[in-house]
């Protein structure tokens, strides 16, 4: 129904946005991952929209690219992900490294997002694992095939320090040693940014 919505950042809460367009609030559930990546209050945004409708709410899910809006359509279509879980592992993952894990049958990897167990994470991978057959390999998502396991559980501890997965790849991505120089190593990365 909403294809995007176009409009000023009036605020925002952990899980919400509320955009003003022409005079009417929108109130937009986003992503951890979308929400850090938004303007400042007072800016211009363009979100893409999906609407979901049930018995008891109209709600709208926005994100910054077709690409993601994409991607959380399929993710919602495997039987047993509601909206909030595919929005949550929205929040773990970009588009890219959700698909990479996808390819690779990353159970742990998909499991990390809030409501999501390991029963939960092999039938998505199942289930979506052929639509992304023959999908582009970025230059974002070559960083995953580098890790070890220090830098997994170096991984692994900046995710449970608030980190989402794309983030703590990227940090640890070339670091060396024991599993705590790697997370200190990462954590001065990502303060720099």
Not at 97 to 111: E, L, M, P, R
Request: charge should be negative.
């Amino acid at each position: 129904m909403y294809a995007f919505i176009q409009g000023i950042i009036e605020n925002t809460s952990n899980q919400t946005v509320v955009l003003n367009c022409n005079g009417i609030g929108y109130e937009i559930y986003v992503s951890t991952e979308t929400l850090n990546r938004l303007p400042a209050i007072g800016k211009a945004v363009k979100l893409y929209t999906h609407f979901h409708v049930r018995e008891d709410a109209m709600e709208l899910f926005g994100f910054l690219s077709m690409e993601e809006k994409e991607v959380y359509q399929l993710l919602i279509s495997v039987s047993g992900v509601g909206p909030k879980v595919g929005l949550a592992i929205m929040s773990v993952f970009n588009p890219d490294s959700f698909i990479y894990a996808i390819i690779n049958g990353d159970v742990k990897a998909i499991a990390k997002a809030q409501g999501v167990g390991p029963k939960l994470a092999q039938r998505i991978i199942l289930e979506l694992k052929d639509k992304f057959k023959g999908y582009a390999v970025s230059e974002d998502r070559e960083v995953f095939a580098t890790v070890t396991s220090e830098t997994n559980e170096a991984v692994e501890a900046l995710t449970s320090l608030g980190y989402t997965v794309n983030e703590a790849t990227k940090a640890v991505t070339g670091l060396e040693g024991s599993v705590e120089q790697i997370v200190g190593e990462a954590l001065k990365k990502l303060m720099r940014r």
